[in-house]
């Protein structure tokens, strides 16, 4: 990614991803809207943040110094689960720089999260039916997604920082300041969502003032993986309605 200052009239597209997830969740979608936007789809430190940080606004800080740092100075950021609730954090406290809001399963009202009663060795099973609950389709719950979650909790560090980051997302309510993020913000929710339900889309609809809530069909909590198609022509209609286009330039995966 070029280091030159950013035309301020051009916002970057920011996409950050969920607790177990990682850049590659955004792939198809970063990969759609690299042709007309400068797109970035950052690593989050859900893992290596000391423990004082490890909470939504701790990861929302690490963001925003990687902005700083690719002197990003105008984004739309958007986020799936946990990625949502720090782009709304950023919204919060930065609105100069923070140009919209794409949301998909955004926690920040509600999630029904797994941070109690796991067990101490989950086995297989146990993480192939969370898994599940993610998705609409079951064939979207690989042997490779199970063993890729399993390697996560498997090491007890890992696992306790995810549940202190969970932790902190549940008792984190932003309902009573919702009103002040005065962006226009983009709600693409699964209709089938069982993490977020629908419910939680229209309450969010509710306290965003320029919100705009779009349901898509038989699809779970990751839109942007279960639904690519429907989900990548919501946020380009979005992006091209309030912004317009860029130049054409590669997608960016930030590290660290």
């Avoid at 003032?209 to 038989?218: G, Q």
């Avoid at 317009?244 to 590290?255: I, M, N």
Wanted: aromatic share 6%.
């Amino acid at each position: 990614m070029e280091n030159g200052k950013q035309n301020p009239e051009k916002p970057v597209v920011v996409l950050l991803h969920g607790m177990f997830g990682n850049a590659a969740g955004w792939r198809a979608c970063s990969e759609h809207l690299s042709h007309r936007w400068k797109v970035m789809t950052p690593e989050l430190p859900v893992f290596d943040l000391p423990a004082d940080q490890s909470c939504v606004e701790g990861i929302g800080d690490h963001v925003k110094a990687m902005l700083d740092h690719h002197h990003v100075y105008r984004a739309v950021l958007g986020g799936n689960s946990l990625g949502g609730h720090i782009a709304l954090h950023l919204a919060l406290r930065f609105p100069d720089r923070i140009a919209g809001l794409v949301l998909t399963g955004s926690s920040g009202l509600f999630e029904r999260g797994f941070e109690r009663n796991v067990p101490r060795r989950p086995s297989r099973e146990w993480l192939r039916q969370k898994i599940r609950e993610v998705f609409y389709e079951e064939g979207h719950v690989t042997e490779a997604l199970v063993d890729e979650v399993s390697e996560t909790l498997s090491c007890p560090q890992r696992a306790l920082k995810i549940i202190r980051v969970a932790k902190s997302a549940k008792r984190d309510n932003l309902q009573s300041v919702l009103h002040r993020i005065r962006c226009p913000v983009l709600l693409a929710w699964g209709a089938d969502d069982n993490i977020t339900p629908p419910a939680v889309a229209h309450e969010f609809k509710e306290c965003l003032p320029r919100a705009e809530l779009h349901f898509i069909p038989r699809c779970g909590h990751a839109p942007m993986m279960e639904r690519p198609h429907e989900f990548n022509i919501l946020v380009e209609r979005f992006l091209e309605r309030h912004f317009g286009g860029v130049p054409q330039l590669a997608p960016v995966t930030v590290h660290g």
